[in-house]
């Protein structure tokens, strides 16, 4: 087979992992930086190649029909359940999975290569190396997943990557607490996910995503209309799948776990936690799109969660002060909008231009949210704290910096014609095209994304001047600047690629329209979020404190977030340790051992008390057979009588 | 010729391990017979798992192979009968992979090393001999010749509260193995039709199926009860905590490893075999014991403060789950069961090994009193993190896979109860990644807690090996399932197949 060489990108990371991890400590560290850099070079030059090769080659069977195929490179058994439940890894090919290759491969080069200046002189660097290589395996492995249950295993394997990089400064007891809650709440998720997995291979009796959605109707049907709860049970199904989903992908109410993994180094919540982990749940639901679109309950699910998530995180991002957090709620805030643009994603619509916009913006996003993360990491490394208030006016410092977090906030913003502009108008579309309440709602928070974006550029670049000391903030150096100046310009233009032309929902082409309607007031929008921000944060001044004060309250709530991280320390720890952990520990302790305790003590103090009759004392003895004697004889006469 | 099966080697090098030890005039010579026995032991578990594929690919397909038998007590018809199949093939390799690293665990044993080890072959002969018989009255006397030395191990060489606990863990085990003895009496007495010659046979049993639904009724609860307490089933797992908390490393690693899997085994090959009317229709009654022992395990393993509580507690809920897969009936379950029994085997024994060698450094096993290990024995440290991952279930480790064969194999079923159940053990996942977070966070992560902690060393020679054995058992089980896989689920079908 011709693409067959794409099954290097996983060995290649899978050998680097283990390679590092054994024997990185032996080594010294710029070689394993440069050893893992290397690496990961090569893999994405063969991911580059592979994607391409699928998207031009013009081998006899790649498109037939105007239909690119499904390609299945490899398909190894690795667990036979049953004859047909057969848990195979191999490697799929088809457009997303192979956008999916160029959005990881490139993203995580590039935080290699920032890697090696950022994190230059931390202890452990040869195992963040190792744990990045790791990453970048099990990410490369979702996507290129051919069944569920392969998905699946690597799902938990970028869950547990992730763990292990927002709790690198294992030393600092936030990092750890980050890195348990982020596993522990996607875990739950994942249990949904899981049964999902186990429902929809009960009634389709495969795991195989081609044969899962090549005919959903007939996956569908299999289920015979079997209910539960009053729900069709692949409803059920394609709900809880969605919940690992959410898990994953940070969605109102699993979402608390994402701004807490800022604790881990930056260019990891870049790499992970804003270009690709985090955007697993939105590829979940575009894989299985097929069968989504048959089940209308769980599309508005999708719909609804991602819209109201997608306002939260928008108005939490308002108000922060961490510039990691504001970034952070920017990204859920933005993945709300993949997912809820998958949820409105009607193939009579437009011909199903919401799938489309979904992995677009996917495909923009991560470009220039990696970017505004890595200008983070690099502003971070700078001033050396993360909150807005020890920054200000580093765009005299920082040129470049400077120049790159703009081209970043235009691109979030939706400016043309930088790449956000091009995936969030077809969003849009999308929206209108479902509902007007869908479309005006995403509209408003795409302002409030200008707004917050450009308050954290203005706070961060202009605002006032303070006195740095004899620390004066410098820029990066160039392996920082590096990935900054290429994933600038790749969100100057990626909006210009014919993205339509490569991902749709049927695998056909599709020519991108842009609706001047939409997109002028979409653009009018932002520009509004933007000059309000421009006003109320491009000098000191005392706006902003006193509108905070004026809706005390509110802001105060979006401050803490909405209490949900108090709803959840509540649940957690009042609840589930309080009062059901702690009395099932006591009930082992004091009822079920104690019943043991007491068989043992009272056979004990049986035998204490049957002891006596054993004396030694002959008189005893005598006396015991005397009546013993009387009582035979008395029993004999009666029973003869 | 009795010399001519594989199999009685098994027993017979313990027992001249047991020989040789007592021979022994210092601790060289005792690791050195401990180390040739255990390595002796080792080849032999590879060389017969070679030897059974060997023979299965040329297609012998009887149920047991290299079975033998020897009239060994006339009047009751008891015989020296050995056999195996795919499933204690593997229970095998697991127990020479334990006993193998338990050697080098208690490399440094003290006091009186040489009867320590004497009694620890003893118990090694006992499990051994109990995984090759198919003799129901060998079996339990094996059975009964593996618990006893527990006493002693944990009497004389324990720590803690060790008098209490090993008396308890011997009694309580005693009373299970009562139960077991009327359960088997029973089953001897009708193993036949009317007429026909009693057998303790497991085999012609089975042939027979003599046993009427009636005695059924009563025998089945009797045996699975009796093994059961053994495999730790709710209401009758407390002697598990006590008990591992006293024992020493390497007897806890081969307690936990190796002896709870004999209540599983016995369970299926004796219970379940020979009694699959009373089976079906009982299951019910364990299902939901041990449906509660999954979460009851897990939930109370949430709030404990001591290493070996936290473990004993974990090995709760996870030997839960190998008697839940067992009653559910069918291949791939009881496929999922006995890599259960592996996985958590093999990753019990690693983490009883590291919380041996951590105690063994800070005197305490309290996680409150512990805190940055990590940066202080990186080896114990990551050996550590990776069996908590091997627990919680991570993809590429053995509890993944036998998880996931579990849940696969209960949904099977489609009725409401065992549903409710499967789902019910499935949420055992995330309460288990929380246990098993909390104490790693605790115990590794973080600052130091202890200044003292600071001057601590890190792994000798002979605990990176037995950590090394244990963790790559785990992982190529983890990454290559399939050949584990296929091998235990061609014994456990046409078992499974009197339940279509």
Not at chain 1, 9 to 28: H, Q, R, S, W
């Amino acid at each position: 087979m011709e693409l067959s060489y794409t099954v290097a990108v996983l060995i290649i990371p899978l050998v680097m992992f283990l390679f590092l991890g054994i024997a990185g400590v032996k080594m010294g560290k710029k070689t394993a930086g440069i050893i893992g850099t290397l690496a990961m070079l090569v893999t994405t030059v063969i991911a580059y190649a592979a994607a391409f090769t699928y998207f031009f080659g013009t081998d006899q069977g790649q498109v037939i029909d105007g239909v690119r195929q499904q390609i299945t490179v490899m398909d190894l058994t690795w667990l036979e359940f049953t004859k047909h439940l057969v848990i195979k890894i191999g490697v799929l090919l088809d457009p997303i999975s192979a956008m999916m290759l160029i959005v990881i491969s490139t993203v995580s080069l590039m935080v290699h290569i920032y890697s090696l200046g950022y994190m230059d002189g931390e202890r452990g660097f040869q195992r963040y190396y190792a744990f990045l290589s790791l990453f970048t395996f099990s990410m490369l492995g979702l996507v290129l997943a051919t069944n569920i249950f392969q998905m699946y295993i690597f799902w938990e394997l970028v869950g547990v990557s992730s763990y292990l990089l927002i709790g690198f400064y294992y030393t600092l007891p936030a990092a750890v607490s980050a890195s348990k809650k982020a596993f522990i709440v996607t875990r739950f998720a994942d249990l949904g996910f899981l049964v999902g997995i186990l429902i929809l291979s009960y009634y389709t009796n495969t795991f195989d995503f081609v044969a899962l959605t090549s005919d959903p109707q007939a996956a569908i049907s299999t289920a015979g209309g079997a209910t539960f709860l009053g729900c069709s049970v692949m409803g059920w199904a394609l709900t809880l799948i969605f919940m690992g989903g959410a898990g994953k992908s940070a969605m109102f109410p699993l979402h608390i776990w994402l701004p807490d993994a800022m604790e881990g180094p930056t260019p990891v919540s870049a790499l992970i936690h804003a270009a690709t982990m985090v955007v697993a749940g939105v590829y979940l639901v575009a894989r299985m799109f097929p069968l989504y679109y048959v089940d209308e309950g769980a599309l508005l699910i999708i719909t609804a969660i991602g819209a109201f998530t997608a306002l939260y995180a928008a108005a939490v991002a308002c108000v922060q002060s961490d510039i990691k957090r504001v970034l952070a709620f920017s990204t859920i805030s933005q993945i709300a909008f993949m997912i809820t643009s998958l949820g409105v994603a009607r193939p009579e619509l437009h011909e199903g231009v919401g799938y489309m916009a979904s992995m677009f913006h996917l495909f923009t996003h991560a470009m220039f949210k990696a970017l505004l993360f890595l200008c983070a990491g690099a502003i971070i490394h700078a001033v050396h704290s993360n909150e807005m208030s020890a920054m200000g006016g580093l765009r005299k410092y920082m040129p470049i910096c400077h120049i790159a977090f703009l081209i970043g906030c235009l691109a979030i913003s939706g400016i043309w014609p930088f790449a956000g502009f091009f995936s969030k108008d077809e969003i849009l579309v999308a929206a209108y095209g479902n509902s007007t309440v869908w479309g005006v709602w995403l509209s408003v928070v795409a302002g409030m994304t200008a707004f917050y974006m450009f308050r954290l550029y203005y706070k961060i670049f202009w605002w006032n001047n303070p006195d740095y000391g004899h620390h004066t903030p410098h820029e990066a150096p160039m392996t920082m600047t590096f990935p900054l100046i290429f994933l600038g310009l790749v969100s100057i233009v990626a909006g210009f690629i014919p993205f339509g032309e490569f991902v749709t929902w049927n695998r056909e082409a599709y020519h991108i329209h842009i609706d001047w309607t939409v997109a002028g007031s979409s653009i009018a929008i932002a520009v509004v979020g933007i000059v309000l921000a421009t006003v109320m944060y491009r000098k000191e001044n005392n706006i902003p404190e006193m509108l905070a004060n004026k809706f005390r309250g509110l802001w105060t709530a979006a401050y803490h977030r909405f209490y949900m991280d108090e709803l959840y320390q509540f649940i957690t720890h009042k609840i589930i340790f309080a009062r059901i952990s702690r009395p099932i520990a006591w009930f082992d302790r004091r009822i079920i051992d104690g019943t043991m305790d007491l068989l043992a003590n009272v056979t004990n103090s049986a035998s204490f008390a049957i002891r006596r009759m054993q004396s030694g004392s002959l008189q005893t003895y005598v006396w015991f057979y005397l009546v013993g004697a009387v009582a035979i004889a008395v029993i004999t006469i009666i029973c003869l009588i | 010729m009795i010399w001519s099966n594989i199999l009685i080697y098994f027993v017979i090098i313990p027992l001249l391990m047991l020989g040789g030890l007592s021979l022994c005039k210092n601790i060289k010579q005792v690791r050195a017979v401990a180390t040739t026995g255990a390595t002796a032991l080792m080849i032999l578990a590879i060389y017969l798992v070679v030897e059974f594929l060997g023979l299965r690919a040329a297609g012998d397909t009887s149920e047991m192979l290299f079975t033998d038998s020897w009239m060994w007590f006339e009047p009751l018809n008891i015989h020296l009968a050995l056999g195996v199949d795919g499933i204690s093939v593997v229970m095998i390799v697991l127990s020479a992979f334990i006993v193998f690293a338990g050697v080098f665990a208690s490399w440094k044993m003290d006091p009186l090393p040489k009867e320590f080890f004497m009694w620890f072959c003893l118990l090694s002969t006992g499990v051994f001999g109990f995984f090759i018989s198919i003799d129901m009255f060998t079996m339990f006397m094996f059975y009964e010749v593996a618990l006893i030395p527990m006493y002693l191990l944990i009497g004389v060489w324990g720590s803690g509260n060790k008098n209490y606990s090993a008396m308890k863990l011997t009694l309580m085990l005693m009373g299970g193995s009562a139960f077991l003895m009327l359960g088997i009496i029973g089953i001897y007495y009708h193993s036949a039709p009317e007429g026909g010659a009693l057998t303790m046979n497991i085999l012609e049993i089975a042939q027979n199926n003599a046993i009427p639904q009636n005695w059924q009724y009563f025998l089945f609860p009797m045996t699975f009860v009796g093994f059961g307490v053994l495999g730790a089933m709710f209401p009758f797992h407390t002697w598990s905590p006590d008990g591992h908390a006293s024992a020493p490393t390497a007897v806890s690693m081969l307690h936990a490893g190796v002896l709870m899997k004999l209540g599983g085994y016995g369970c299926f090959r004796i219970a379940i075999y020979l009694m699959p009317f009373a089976a079906q229709e009982l299951a019910w009654i364990f299902l939901t014991l041990t449906g509660i022992s999954v979460v009851y395990g897990a939930f109370s393993a949430c709030v404990q403060t001591d290493l070996k509580y936290i473990n004993a507690y974990s090995s709760v809920s996870h030997c839960g789950m190998v008697l839940f897969a067992i009653l559910m009936l069918n291949t791939t379950a009881m496929t999922g069961a006995v890599l259960q029994m592996l996985s958590h085997g093999l990753m019990t024994a690693l983490f009883f090994a590291l919380i041996g060698m951590i105690y063994g450094r800070t005197h305490t096993r309290d996680i409150r009193k512990m805190g940055g290990l990590m940066r202080i024995m990186p080896f114990l440290g990551v050996g550590y993190v990776i069996a908590g991952l091997a627990s919680l279930g991570l993809p590429g480790l053995s509890g993944f896979v036998a998880e996931m064969t579990i849940f696969v194999g209960s949904f099977q079923h489609a009725d409401m109860f065992h549903r409710v159940f499967t789902i019910v053990a499935c949420c055992s996942i995330v309460i288990t990644a929380v246990y098993i977070l909390r104490v790693v966070g605790k115990l590794l992560f973080g600052p130091v807690q202890d200044e003292h902690h600071k001057t601590l060393t890190d792994a000798e020679w002979h605990e990176r090996l037995s950590t090394v054995t244990l963790i790559i058992a785990v992982a190529a089980i983890g990454c290559f399932p399939n050949f584990f896989n296929g091998i235990i689920s061609e014994a456990a079908a046409p078992i499974m197949e009197l339940f279509a």
